[in-house]
């Protein structure tokens, strides 16, 4: 059986490959086919090259096959630079020659237009499932940590811990020059091009496994596969910072759509949204990229916002406390043993506060002890050292005696060097010694704001979310489809404000009741049961805007006010656009004692449905004040959207108002949210406004745009971040006759998922995790919200749960986990059971539905890594129809071939 470990990921062909051949390669001097087989031989990289050029028998003295399928040896590596029309010709024949990897440089394709698409459908039909591409229309792969150059760059990069990905190829040399400058190396420098198959997903994973890449930089122009970029960022940023710059900020939004939040859904809010969502950092211009890369390589990221500057001049240190606080920092405040350490070597006049002014005169000496003694504070989280060249500042002197503190034990140390040529000296001695250098301290400042949010932003991505306090309630899922289906079929794309409110009943908003009346003597019966006063809106299938037509009456005290109203709006409608009056809704007449917000979601053109909330009412596009955020959301993502408003510092209660029910407010949210991401045919949805008052919160009215009923269900957006998948959540009996619910887990339940760790022994902890983890490993937040905040494309955790009958507390009692592997079309499992409750049938229960999952994700195969002494895993594991073996660390692997 092959041993899985020593199967190679399908980007180790391209990136780490043994054999090369450069089809086109050719002596010409200046064209793109010499310069890249030039590049290859002048950068050894331990493997074979074989140039291909049907007209010559060698190209720059290594012997040429006439074609790719002449090539006696294996290649892993194709590199395509012939023109666009003959590329498909080309990958077919490597296709048939067995070829995995191919990088296509060739421009002239989907760029230019319908033709050049159309090369690239071809080519995707002919590679489909065999063949992984770079490109086309790229610069090239350059490795320099393996000595691979397989670009058109005129020169290679340094060897380094930061991975750059850029779609243009004009950016990568530029950044290239600059790397030499700043003495900045790399561990991967890759054109990634139009992005007919690899995309950024696969890059982001494959540079997340890679142990030489300690951060990831990217140039981007376009998304691609939204869902694969979120899926991979997610992951990845956890552990390795990802640096973005993405370009078109200013492109115009998308046509406004026919609801309020459609307009206010501006592509590049969402690109943020999505960006805040993955835990990545973007920058706004390519030198602050390029610092950012120079910052992340030689600098540790701080652990917090406050900063220490150390500084011989007031006004540059002004200007760095100015920075620093509009960028959300802090000055760090100096701590009383810090105070009296200063104060016995600095001058009397020093400034006696942060910044510490260390005054003109200060020599190198001065400097040194000053930031020696200041990185000691255990109030400071990172370090700006600022020099102005004054006439007694030796800045080449100053720079070498500060060189020592390049490592300051997790704190960064940043440095502004200001002047011209008088400074150079010192900016290159503390640049080698990793002490990244900067013409102003104001550009040193907003980087270390960039580093210290990114993980701020980290910590709140996964930080526990509330359990809900009706956590069983379960949403009328099947009536909220008999609602669409019946608008479908009726070819309605928009609901009526009377079918809007009854989808989110089912999902247990509050909304406020309503009748629809036909007729004035209806409306006026309606409004008799409710009780007076009442509001009649407009009922239609074909308006969306009320107030625009005059569709909306308030204050109704009688019942000849209502027929009036009856036939006000009626008039009206009939006066403004002609037809659409199909009635009227009569709803009780609410108090307006509370603020008005509106929470909403329409289509974003790359990222799929996006929410809105924020200020609402009439004027929302007047007062713009809202967040966008991805769903699903938890009770702290919605929390997080509701901070990023102006209205959120009212919510909590201002000049004696008391405070909106926020945890509410969080989870009317989280189940809008859900309403989006398990509804796919809804297009747009509002409540504008919802009433939120310290008593209540209330959809006074609300409407549902659907999609159009000619697409088909596979045509329509899905959400960028895979929704809960309700479609495992399953039932099944013990040998005891204990009902368990089997689920997915969901971020909610770290909670429980910690009393389930604490409850396990010793013996179970090593059967299932291969080491005796310590009880404040096994429950630590950064491990189990690992397990509880995953990501459903890419890996399941089931978890087997019920009420314990004693106490009626929900408890986990058993867990089983299966892992996508980058790269490949197969998972890796594990099942861990709660020591109570083994020997009940539930370790098989979990195996069984793992395997159901795989079967239903399209995976190929389903291994498991066994220890020798877990007999009843390996019996459980035959007895599933895995095949097992021993590998060579003496480990049992079991193999299912789905």
């Known amino acids: 059986m092959t041993n899985i470990q020593e199967q190679h990921h399908a980007l180790d062909y391209i990136l780490k490959p043994n054999n090369v051949a450069v089809i086109g390669a050719t002596e010409k001097p200046g064209s793109v086919g010499r310069t890249i087989l030039t590049n290859l031989i002048s950068n050894p990289f331990g493997g074979t090259i074989f140039p291909v050029n049907p007209k010559r028998p060698n190209v720059l003295g290594i012997k040429s096959y006439p074609s790719i399928g002449d090539i006696p040896d294996q290649v892993d590596l194709a590199i395509i630079v012939t023109p666009a029309p003959t590329v498909p010709g080309i990958v077919q024949e490597c296709v048939d020659a067995g070829i995995p990897g191919a990088v296509i440089i060739s421009a002239g394709f989907k760029e230019i237009g319908a033709e050049g698409a159309k090369l690239e459908q071809q080519i995707m039909d002919i590679t489909r499932g065999k063949m992984r591409i770079i490109g086309p229309n790229c610069l090239g792969v350059m490795m320099p940590l393996r000595g691979l150059n397989a670009t058109f760059a005129g020169a290679m990069a340094r060897p380094g811990n930061v991975a750059f990905i850029s779609q243009s190829g004009a950016i990568c040399t530029a950044v290239l020059d600059w790397s030499f400058e700043e003495n900045v190396g790399f561990s991967a420098f890759i054109s990634i091009g139009s992005?007919?198959?690899?995309?950024?997903?696969?890059?982001?994973?494959?540079?997340?496994?890679?142990?030489?890449?300690?951060?990831?930089?990217?140039?981007?122009?376009?998304?691609?596969?939204?869902?694969?970029?979120?899926?991979?960022?997610?992951?990845?940023?956890?552990?390795?910072?990802?640096?973005?710059?993405?370009?078109?900020?200013?492109?115009?939004?998308?046509?406004?759509?026919?609801?309020?939040?459609?307009?206010?859904?501006?592509?590049?809010?969402?690109?943020?949204?999505?960006?805040?969502?993955?835990?990545?950092?973007?920058?706004?211009?390519?030198?602050?990229?390029?610092?950012?890369?120079?910052?992340?390589?030689?600098?540790?990221?701080?652990?917090?916002?406050?900063?220490?500057?150390?500084?011989?001049?007031?006004?540059?240190?002004?200007?760095?406390?100015?920075?620093?606080?509009?960028?959300?920092?802090?000055?760090?405040?100096?701590?009383?043993?810090?105070?009296?350490?200063?104060?016995?070597?600095?001058?009397?006049?020093?400034?006696?506060?942060?910044?510490?002014?260390?005054?003109?005169?200060?020599?190198?000496?001065?400097?040194?002890?000053?930031?020696?003694?200041?990185?000691?504070?255990?109030?400071?989280?990172?370090?700006?050292?600022?020099?102005?060249?004054q006439d007694m500042t030796d800045p080449t002197q100053t720079a070498e005696a500060l060189k020592q503190y390049a490592d300051l034990g997790g704190k960064p140390v940043l440095a502004s060097w200001m002047g011209g040529a008088d400074v150079k000296a010192g900016e290159r001695i503390l640049n080698r010694a990793n002490i990244p250098t900067f013409p102003y301290p104001d550009t040193a400042v907003r980087l270390f704001n960039n580093m210290w949010r990114y993980n701020e932003n980290l910590r709140l991505l996964y930080e526990t979310p509330v359990l809900p306090s009706d956590e069983d309630f379960t949403p009328d899922r099947e009536f909220v489809k008999s609602i669409i289906n019946k608008a479908r079929k009726a070819k309605r794309t928009i609901l009526t404000e009377y079918e809007s409110k009854q989808i989110l009943a089912a999902y247990g908003v509050n909304t406020i009741p309503g009748a629809v009346a036909t007729s004035e003597d209806e409306a006026v019966q309606a409004a008799e049961a409710m009780g007076y006063p009442v509001v009649a809106k407009i009922h239609s299938y074909t308006i969306t805007h009320k107030t625009d037509v005059g569709g909306v009456v308030l204050n109704l005290n009688d019942a000849d006010a209502v027929r009036e109203a009856f036939r006000r709006i009626k008039q009206s409608v009939e006066d403004n656009v002609g037809s659409g009056f199909d009635g009227v809704n009569i709803q009780p007449m609410a108090k307006l004692d509370g603020y008005e917000l509106i929470i909403g979601s329409s289509i974003d053109a790359q990222f799929g449905p996006v929410i809105l909330f924020g200020t609402g009412g009439s004027l929302v596009e007047v007062f713009k004040d809202r967040?966008?955020?991805?769903?699903?959301?938890?009770?702290?993502?919605?929390?997080?959207?509701?901070?990023?408003?102006?209205?959120?510092?009212?919510?909590?209660?201002?000049?004696?108002?008391?405070?909106?029910?926020?945890?509410?407010?969080?989870?009317?949210?989280?189940?809008?949210?859900?309403?989006?991401?398990?509804?796919?045919?809804?297009?747009?949805?509002?409540?504008?406004?919802?009433?939120?008052?310290?008593?209540?919160?209330?959809?006074?009215?609300?409407?549902?745009?659907?999609?159009?009923?000619?697409?088909?269900?596979?045509?329509?957006?899905?959400?960028?971040?895979?929704?809960?998948?309700?479609?495992?959540?399953?039932?099944?009996?013990?040998?005891?006759?204990?009902?368990?619910?089997?689920?997915?887990?969901?971020?909610?339940d770290e909670p429980l998922m910690v009393k389930f760790h604490e409850s396990l022994s010793e013996r179970t902890v090593y059967m299932r995790y291969f080491s005796p983890l310590k009880l404040q490993q096994r429950v630590a937040h950064e491990r189990l919200s690992r397990i509880c905040f995953i990501d459903y494309d890419r890996e399941m955790v089931l978890v087997g749960c019920r009420r314990d009958p004693e106490t009626d507390e929900l408890q986990i009692l058993g867990a089983g986990r299966l892992t996508k592997l980058h790269g490949k079309n197969e998972a890796e499992f594990g099942i861990v059971v709660g020591d109570r409750y083994q020997g009940y049938g539930l370790g098989t229960a979990l195996l069984e539905r793992l395997i159901d999952v795989g079967r239903a994700e399209g995976l190929d195969r389903i291994i498991g890594h066994i220890l020798p002494d877990n007999t009843t895993m390996i019996a459980l594991s035959e007895e599933l129809g895995f095949k097992t073996s021993r590998g060579k660390d003496n480990m049992v692997q079991a193999v299912l071939d789905l």
């Open 627 to 748: 967040a966008l955020g991805l769903p699903p959301l938890t009770t702290t993502l919605a929390r997080r959207m509701m901070e990023q408003t102006k209205i959120y510092e009212a919510l909590q209660g201002v000049r004696g108002r008391k405070s909106v029910k926020l945890e509410e407010l969080e989870m009317l949210l989280v189940r809008f949210s859900q309403i989006i991401a398990e509804q796919p045919w809804i297009a747009e949805m509002d409540i504008n406004p919802l009433l939120a008052s310290p008593d209540r919160l209330l959809a006074l009215d609300a409407r549902v745009v659907l999609h159009d009923s000619t697409k088909l269900e596979s045509e329509l957006p899905q959400t960028a971040i895979r929704p809960y998948p309700t479609q495992y959540i399953t039932t099944w009996t013990a040998k005891s006759g204990n009902e368990v619910i089997i689920r997915p887990i969901r971020p909610e």
């Open 195 to 389: 992005m007919l198959d690899v995309g950024w997903g696969d890059l982001i994973y494959y540079l997340g496994d890679d142990p030489n890449t300690h951060s990831i930089v990217i140039y981007m122009e376009t998304i691609g596969d939204a869902r694969a970029f979120m899926s991979a960022a997610r992951e990845v940023a956890r552990t390795k910072p990802i640096i973005i710059i993405k370009a078109g900020r200013t492109e115009a939004a998308a046509k406004a759509a026919a609801s309020h939040t459609g307009s206010l859904t501006g592509s590049d809010e969402v690109l943020d949204a999505a960006f805040r969502r993955s835990g990545v950092l973007r920058v706004n211009n390519i030198s602050e990229v390029f610092y950012m890369a120079e910052v992340l390589a030689k600098q540790p990221r701080p652990k917090g916002n406050r900063l220490t500057i150390v500084t011989n001049a007031g006004g540059p240190g002004v200007l760095a406390t100015d920075a620093l606080i509009l960028g959300g920092g802090q000055l760090a405040q100096i701590s009383d043993e810090t105070m009296q350490e200063l104060n016995e070597f600095l001058p009397a006049a020093w400034s006696h506060n942060n910044p510490i002014d260390i005054l003109g005169d200060a020599d190198p000496e001065r400097y040194a002890r000053a930031l020696e003694t200041a990185a000691r504070d255990p109030n400071s989280d990172g370090l700006l050292v600022i020099l102005t060249p």
